[in-house]
């Protein structure tokens, strides 16, 4: 029986791209020797995006979209294509071509060596020196904060056997860290280098704002690190605190011997109190925010709303509930 392939691709105010995207996906998928599906999903786009895509269907059924009511973020465009996937493997790629479609097929070949989690590592990307530090760091902190082997340098570009899919559409959390996800699911797991591009054509999507959103779902998601540094940062506080309380009781015991020393007690007056109310009381509110970020994690969980609402769809076939 032959094997389906399932594309998935994210969109949000792709006009631009798009063509390149059809040109340079459709000529790849052609070469698969396999029965293909095209999943764009438009998170909520404000441009033409979603027409496009409806022009694009209208010529070859195989691109099937899925159109938000709104712009619900990356990683729920992203669950929704998963969720509507029919493929034995399913690839995710940016509509943007900084991951070229043609490492395509070398995922195909570790998924048919039997590999069922095959994800792309950066080995080199053309982006701003800046965003390329900070990726670089957070993937190697991300690492070290939780107990799972975190890919370094992976993005969302990647390769899900059916299986995995299975079990990542079961899973309800909302903020969800889809890389992440994917590696706390196990099964057999692989990668392969490739040269990230510049953006194809129009502007980046992706602000830096939304990529420390993701950053932090990642962390809070899959890690109970920061409660525990905010643990030992009130516990560093509090014994720099009593060593200080220490050494002013020993000036002043001891003024004279302190005064020979060449460290004479001096006033302990309205500055080293206000210094010492300021420092505590900002180490209590980093405290309190990483308190926050769990509990806000918590509320939007209990609240049971759906992940995305869907304004429109085209030749999409809604999957069967087991």
């Given at each position: 029986?032959?094997?389906?392939?399932?594309?998935?691709?994210?969109?949000?105010?792709?006009?631009?791209?798009?063509?390149?995207?059809?040109?340079?996906?459709?000529?790849?998928?052609?070469?698969?020797?396999?029965?293909?599906?095209?999943?764009?999903?438009?998170?909520?786009?404000?441009?033409?995006?979603?027409?496009?895509?409806?022009?694009?269907?209208?010529?070859?059924?195989?691109?099937?979209?899925l159109s938000f009511a709104r712009n619900?973020?990356?990683?729920?465009?992203?669950?929704?294509?998963?969720?509507?996937?029919?493929?034995?493997?399913?690839?995710?790629?940016?509509?943007?071509?900084?991951?070229?479609?043609?490492?395509?097929?070398?995922?195909?070949?570790?998924?048919?060596?039997?590999?069922?989690?095959?994800?792309?590592?950066?080995?080199?990307?053309?982006?701003?020196?800046?965003?390329?530090?900070?990726?670089?760091?957070?993937?190697?902190?991300?690492?070290?904060?939780?107990?799972?082997?975190?890919?370094?340098?992976?993005?969302?570009?990647?390769?899900?056997?059916?299986?995995?899919?299975?079990?990542?559409?079961?899973?309800?959390?909302?903020?969800?860290?889809?890389?992440?996800?994917?590696?706390?699911?196990?099964?057999?797991?692989?990668?392969?280098?490739?040269?990230?591009?510049?953006?194809?054509?129009?502007?980046?999507?992706?602000?830096?704002?939304?990529?420390?959103?993701?950053?932090?779902?990642?962390?809070?998601?899959?890690?109970?690190?920061?409660?525990?540094?905010?643990?030992?940062?009130?516990?560093?506080?509090?014994?720099?605190?009593?060593?200080?309380?220490?050494?002013?009781?020993?000036?002043?015991?001891?003024?004279?011997?302190?005064?020979?020393?060449?460290?004479?007690?001096?006033?302990?007056?309205?500055?080293?109190?206000?210094?010492?109310?300021?420092?505590?009381?900002?180490?209590?509110?980093?405290?309190?925010?990483?308190?926050?970020?769990?509990?806000?994690?918590?509320?939007?969980?209990?609240?049971?709303?759906?992940?995305?609402?869907?304004?429109?769809s085209t030749n999409v076939v809604p999957?069967?509930?087991?």
């Amino acid at each position: 029986m032959q094997k389906k392939i399932s594309v998935i691709v994210p969109c949000f105010n792709e006009e631009a791209v798009l063509p390149k995207l059809f040109a340079r996906l459709g000529a790849v998928a052609a070469t698969w020797q396999a029965d293909y599906e095209i999943i764009c999903v438009d998170d909520g786009s404000r441009d033409h995006t979603w027409e496009i895509l409806q022009a694009q269907n209208a010529k070859d059924p195989r691109w099937r979209g899925l159109s938000f009511a709104r712009n619900f973020g990356h990683q729920t465009a992203v669950s929704a294509g998963l969720h509507f996937a029919s493929g034995d493997a399913v690839v995710v790629i940016d509509a943007d071509l900084q991951d070229p479609p043609e490492e395509i097929a070398r995922l195909l070949a570790k998924w048919r060596e039997g590999f069922e989690v095959v994800f792309a590592t950066r080995k080199k990307r053309k982006d701003p020196l800046l965003k390329t530090f900070l990726a670089w760091g957070f993937y190697r902190l991300l690492s070290k904060m939780t107990p799972l082997p975190m890919a370094r340098d992976a993005g969302d570009f990647c390769l899900l056997d059916k299986k995995v899919v299975a079990v990542m559409k079961a899973l309800p959390e909302r903020n969800r860290y889809l890389r992440g996800l994917r590696t706390w699911c196990g099964f057999r797991q692989t990668s392969v280098e490739f040269d990230r591009a510049e953006r194809a054509a129009g502007e980046a999507q992706y602000t830096f704002r939304k990529s420390l959103r993701l950053a932090m779902d990642g962390m809070f998601s899959f890690s109970i690190m920061p409660l525990r540094l905010a643990t030992w940062l009130g516990l560093a506080v509090s014994a720099a605190c009593f060593v200080g309380v220490m050494v002013t009781l020993l000036e002043k015991i001891f003024a004279e011997e302190f005064t020979k020393l060449g460290y004479p007690p001096g006033p302990h007056g309205v500055t080293t109190m206000v210094i010492s109310i300021l420092f505590l009381g900002g180490v209590q509110l980093i405290c309190l925010g990483i308190l926050g970020e769990y509990i806000g994690r918590i509320y939007e969980e209990v609240k049971g709303r759906p992940l995305w609402i869907l304004r429109d769809s085209t030749n999409v076939v809604p999957p069967e509930k087991s």
